[in-house]
């Protein structure tokens, strides 16, 4: 039986071909912000970087073993799928499939039908054999596995709590911080967590009360809200993990358009969990800005305020790697695609990563934030100089200078603040 408005029409995300319903109009390339809710089960096309950096992680941790010993299988879930986009590109653009356990939950029947339908429409084709894995899950109605993913209709957190995972990602509508706990609890020993929140006005600071209630933070909507966003969410996660005897160590965070978006590592480890709050911290508003353990003044928080990348796997999130792996290719192009929607998929798959891998080392240890138009002011000039011009001044005084993924032009540096202000002077 087809789904209600079957087929819609098709969408390329990566390698892998989405059937959008009909109300959904074709999305343009490149979008920004959070798309309009169309009805159940909408693809939101701002969403698509966060997905080619989730395959793209997941293959790294195939490809270098850095989550389970080498030729072992990952349990991995998507808790809250809608229609499947995720999963299916796992499971589709992902090395290694023999590896992969994936399972793809959501309360919406109807979105799952939708994904399931466009999973079978377009079947992977390596011919590898699936076994359900029915023992993993205590529901009342069992999963359904087709071509590597098992289909589950079900609470997310009775999902979690009664069966182990070793990945987990959370792209919720809004805020994550419901579904924390159970993730975090649901993880093996080792695993990975990656977690979405939209709700920017309480991490950026702008909603007051809902940033107290669900962060326990206070956040300052100025040049660096976006970066404290992406602490706050660490913070949080941080301090649940320790609750339960784990350590949380960021592999990837960061702010894209709407939303925030966090990759992290947790081990189970009591003595490093202990040690948790020794990252928590402040953002002082002093110029320049500088994290205390205590507020004063000015300031945004508790946070986290250690390293927010894994110098080693981001530095592996490059162009070369984002196209090798989730670009096109001629047979996945649909039917009615140009050279300019090829054109343009590919670039979208260019941006997905752009700057990661130049920043990954500064991001992983102490660094220095600049915001461009902010230290044009603090400099006193008038004309800022181009990031190619500071770049070259700082290294040329043996300091390292990294552009930085972020909404707004801001770069990275273990210079220190008169420094880079002597440097935007002399390179006006």
Same mark, same amino acid.
């Given at each position: 039986?087809?789904?209600?408005?079957?087929?819609?029409?098709? !969408?390329?995300?990566?390698?892998?071909?989405?059937?959008?319903?009909?109300?959904?109009?074709?999305?343009?390339?490149?979008?920004?912000?959070?798309?309009?809710?169309?009805?159940?089960?909408? %693809?939101?096309?701002?969403?698509?970087?966060?997905?080619?950096?989730?395959?793209?992680?997941?293959?790294?941790? #195939?490809?270098?073993? $850095?989550?389970?010993?080498?030729?072992?299988?990952?349990?991995?879930?998507?808790?809250?799928?809608?229609?499947? @986009?995720?999963?299916?590109? !796992?499971?589709?653009?992902?090395?290694?499939?023999?590896?992969?356990?994936?399972?793809?939950?959501?309360?919406?029947?109807?979105? #799952?039908?939708?994904?399931?339908?466009?999973?079978?429409?377009?079947?992977?084709?390596?011919?590898?054999?699936?076994?359900? /894995?029915?023992?993993?899950?205590?529901?009342?109605?069992?999963?359904?596995?087709?071509?590597?993913?098992? $289909? @589950?209709?079900?609470?997310?957190?009775?999902?979690?709590?009664?069966?182990?995972?070793? $990945?987990?990602? %959370?792209?919720?509508?809004?805020?994550?911080?419901?579904?924390?706990?159970?993730?975090?609890?649901?993880?093996?020993?080792?695993?990975?967590?990656?977690?979405?929140?939209?709700?920017?006005?309480?991490?950026?600071?702008?909603?007051?009360?809902?940033?107290?209630?669900?962060?326990? =933070?206070?956040?300052?909507?100025?040049?660096?809200?976006?970066?404290?966003?992406?602490?706050?969410?660490?913070?949080?996660?941080?301090?649940?993990?320790?609750?339960?005897?784990?350590?949380?160590?960021?592999?990837?965070?960061?702010?894209?358009?709407?939303?925030?978006?966090? =990759?992290?590592?947790?081990?189970?480890?009591? /003595? @490093?969990?202990?040690? !948790?709050?020794?990252?928590?911290?402040?953002?002082?508003?002093?110029?320049?800005?500088?994290?205390? /353990?205590?507020?004063?003044?000015?300031?945004?928080?508790?946070? $986290?305020?250690?390293?927010?990348?894994?110098?080693?796997?981001?530095?592996?999130?490059?162009?070369?790697?984002?196209?090798?792996?989730?670009?096109?290719?001629?047979?996945?192009?649909?039917?009615?695609?140009?050279?300019?929607?090829?054109?343009?998929?590919?670039?979208?798959?260019?941006?997905?990563?752009?700057?990661?891998?130049?920043?990954?080392? %500064?991001?992983?240890?102490?660094?220095?934030?600049?915001?461009?138009?902010?230290?044009?002011?603090?400099?006193?000039?008038?004309?800022?100089?181009?990031?190619?011009?500071?770049?070259?001044? #700082?290294?040329?005084?043996?300091?390292?200078?990294?552009?930085?993924?972020?909404?707004?032009?801001?770069?990275?540096?273990?210079?220190? !603040?008169?420094? @880079?202000?002597?440097?935007?002077? =002399?390179?006006?």
């Amino acid at each position: 039986m087809e789904p209600e408005g079957w087929p819609g029409h098709i !969408w390329l995300e990566g390698r892998t071909s989405v059937h959008l319903r009909d109300h959904q109009t074709r999305p343009s390339h490149m979008p920004r912000g959070p798309a309009a809710k169309t009805g159940e089960g909408f %693809l939101n096309p701002a969403m698509a970087p966060a997905r080619t950096r989730s395959v793209m992680l997941l293959a790294d941790a #195939l490809e270098h073993d $850095w989550l389970v010993s080498e030729g072992k299988p990952i349990r991995i879930l998507d808790a809250l799928c809608a229609t499947g @986009v995720r999963p299916r590109r !796992w499971r589709k653009e992902v090395p290694h499939q023999e590896r992969l356990r994936i399972t793809a939950n959501d309360l919406d029947s109807d979105a #799952l039908d939708w994904g399931r339908k466009s999973h079978q429409t377009h079947p992977i084709g390596d011919d590898i054999e699936w076994i359900p /894995e029915t023992s993993r899950f205590s529901l009342p109605q069992e999963g359904i596995v087709e071509d590597g993913i098992q $289909w @589950v209709k079900g609470d997310a957190k009775k999902i979690m709590v009664d069966s182990p995972f070793q $990945w987990i990602d %959370l792209d919720p509508f809004g805020s994550p911080v419901n579904f924390l706990d159970t993730a975090i609890q649901s993880i093996s020993r080792i695993g990975v967590l990656e977690v979405t929140a939209t709700d920017t006005a309480a991490l950026c600071g702008s909603a007051k009360t809902s940033a107290a209630r669900r962060y326990g =933070s206070v956040g300052i909507t100025d040049s660096y809200m976006h970066d404290d966003a992406t602490r706050i969410l660490l913070g949080v996660i941080a301090r649940i993990a320790a609750m339960h005897d784990k350590s949380m160590h960021p592999i990837l965070s960061l702010f894209d358009g709407h939303h925030v978006r966090v =990759s992290v590592l947790l081990k189970r480890s009591k /003595e @490093v969990a202990s040690n !948790w709050s020794q990252n928590i911290g402040y953002r002082i508003r002093s110029s320049p800005y500088h994290f205390a /353990e205590q507020p004063s003044g000015n300031y945004s928080g508790p946070m $986290w305020i250690g390293p927010i990348f894994d110098a080693e796997i981001a530095g592996r999130m490059t162009v070369e790697n984002a196209i090798k792996l989730c670009a096109g290719r001629d047979a996945d192009y649909p039917a009615d695609w140009n050279d300019f929607d090829i054109e343009h998929s590919q670039r979208e798959i260019e941006r997905t990563v752009r700057h990661i891998s130049e920043s990954a080392d %500064l991001l992983s240890k102490e660094h220095l934030l600049v915001a461009i138009d902010d230290v044009g002011i603090a400099a006193g000039i008038g004309q800022i100089p181009s990031m190619k011009k500071i770049k070259s001044g #700082l290294e040329n005084r043996g300091f390292k200078m990294a552009h930085c993924q972020m909404p707004e032009p801001m770069f990275a540096t273990d210079a220190d !603040w008169e420094t @880079v202000l002597e440097v935007v002077r =002399s390179a006006e």
